[in-house]
């Protein structure tokens, strides 16, 4: 005998599944809230050259007539900024070392949003500055240029759509603002000038705050990172990967430091054509 207001066999069993999902979700929710990490600490170190730091020919010296726009352009001297190499201590500027991917739940609760919502590239003295930078997919990157010549910013993105924005002189306090990234890249991304091929810089597009590029002096110093062990991604443009995975631990409330991480001159496959005097290799 059917009971009236008794759910049929199958409404109960749809409702038993539906309930069982969330009753899944709410405890997978509180495990992940639990597991979320509530101690942090910093990593640094310095990235150097083994060897003799070369001394690399300028892209532009001055009287240059072959060079784009040579009645400014050739009268500047423009370095070669593919591989910058501090003369005393041998550290190596512009190399990246970050995290290639971590749970959003672990970041410190300071930097799951980025502090500055735009980064800057500037266009002056026929180059583009800063040579490396770190973009988060939460920053936007705006463009000032302080000369009379035509430029564009023309990033090499994999996952994102290409963009290459022409640029005149910007007014101070009124930069140009381009299309924002709406994704990670893997690696490192080509920007550059299609007017003057010299100038070049390197982004990394990233979805987290654990990224950084080296100083002058090769130093580098990842803060706020989860207490535990974690894989370092060392990238610089002219070997690619340096390291695709090196292994450090992090310590709450203190600081890691790696100590100074040597990279053979070989590893940067410079050309004679590119330098001014041939650099000796140190064993």
């Not at 929710?29 to 990593?43: C, L």
């Not at 980025?114 to 490396?132: D, F, G």
């Amino acid at each position: 005998m059917k009971i009236f207001g008794s759910p049929e066999p199958t409404t109960l069993s749809a409702f038993s599944r539906i309930w069982c999902i969330l009753l899944i979700t709410i405890n997978v929710a509180t495990v992940t809230a639990a597991n979320a990490s509530e101690e942090y600490g910093d990593v640094t170190g310095r990235i150097i050259l083994q060897g003799e730091a070369p001394k690399l020919r300028p892209f532009v010296q001055p009287g240059d007539l072959k060079a784009r726009n040579a009645a400014f352009c050739g009268a500047l001297n423009i370095p070669n900024d593919g591989l910058v190499v501090h003369r005393e201590n041998r550290g190596i500027q512009n190399t990246f070392v970050y995290l290639k991917r971590i749970d959003p739940d672990n970041v410190h609760p300071e930097l799951r949003k980025s502090k500055h919502p735009h980064v800057s590239l500037q266009l002056k003295n026929c180059r583009m500055a800063p040579h490396t930078m770190v973009v988060r997919t939460d920053q936007q990157v705006i463009l000032a240029a302080e000369s009379d010549l035509k430029h564009n910013v023309h990033p090499y993105p994999i996952f994102n759509n290409q963009f290459g924005p022409f640029v005149r002189p910007t007014e101070p306090g009124q930069p140009i603002k381009v299309a924002r990234f709406k994704t990670k890249e893997p690696l490192p991304i080509k920007v550059k000038c299609d007017i003057h091929a010299w100038m070049q810089a390197y982004w990394l597009v990233i979805d987290h705050p654990y990224a950084a590029t080296t100083d002058a002096d090769g130093r580098f110093t990842i803060e706020k990172l989860p207490a535990g062990e974690h894989s370092l991604t060392i990238w610089h443009e002219r070997v690619g990967y340096i390291e695709k995975s090196f292994d450090v631990r992090v310590h709450h409330e203190q600081q890691t430091d790696i100590g100074d991480y040597e990279v053979p001159l070989e590893r940067f496959k410079l050309k004679d054509s590119e330098l001014v005097s041939p650099p000796t290799s140190k064993s």
